[in-house]
């Protein structure tokens, strides 16, 4: 009988995803598709830019979505690139409503908005798991955020291009 392979922990063990900061996510769509739009543009016409399917457009709406749901978390910048979305996920210290501790933690947003669209279509479009980063500091942050809005411009050279 065959051992199925041991999945690498991504989380880091001690750490409370609840707390007040701000994270990078990327989440990735099954086996790279492009279900969420396509880059057009080029540098020397016009600005590269991804123009969202219909896929994409359920997705903008679900990140959008995530503060009213979610009152102490903040998406302060994100991009949907056509397989892959990058965000910047900001947990503010206590709820707007009172001084209680915030609870939501970035793996039940995440959770949250892949179901969602999940329930939406009626089938997942999304890889398994997901990439986060704790942002540590200023510098870190507008690096962060400028690769993000950068993003669409770099297509061709990034990791999850796939032609």
Known sequence: MRELPVRK???LDEYDYSNAG???VTICTKDKHEFLGEI???VPLRVPQCILSHHG????????SISRVYPDVLIDNYVIMPNH????VTMESGT???TSPTKVTIPQIVQSLKSMITKRF???IWQRSYHDHIIRNEEEYKRISQYIDENPL??????YYTK
């Open 40 to 42: 057009v543009g080029d």
């Open 22 to 24: 701000a994270y990078f």
């Open 154 to 159: 770099r297509w061709t050279e990034d990791c």
């Open 9 to 11: 922990r991504i989380r």
């Open 96 to 98: 707007r409503r009172g």
């Open 85 to 88: 979305i990058h965000m910047i």
């Open 57 to 64: 457009l359920a997705v903008d709406a679900q990140i959008q």
């Open 122 to 124: 009626g089938f997942s």
